[in-house]
């Protein structure tokens, strides 16, 4: 099996398609003031960030577990997977 090399701003996007897609409005909304604004996102237990953490895991990305109970997701690193398992996610995403 090969290996990709994709950029977590990627994931990070296509979690957004997901989580729009699922009429998720408010996750989709902080996902995307993240992207716009930051070079990660801080995810913590609430509803809202447990919706982000999953899309992105879903979209083939993982967060980093921080200190307590927070996560966060690195939008200027990469992500290697499977190139199968990309090109099964964009196909679910996009069709």
Sequence with gaps: MSTITIENKEIAMMAFDKLSKENKTDS???LARNLLRNTSISLGIGDIDWDIDMAIRQCGGESRT???YTARFHFNRNTEMEKEKYDRIVKELYG
Excluded: H, N, P, Q
């Design 28 to 30: 989709a909304l902080r």
């Design 66 to 68: 921080g200190y307590g």
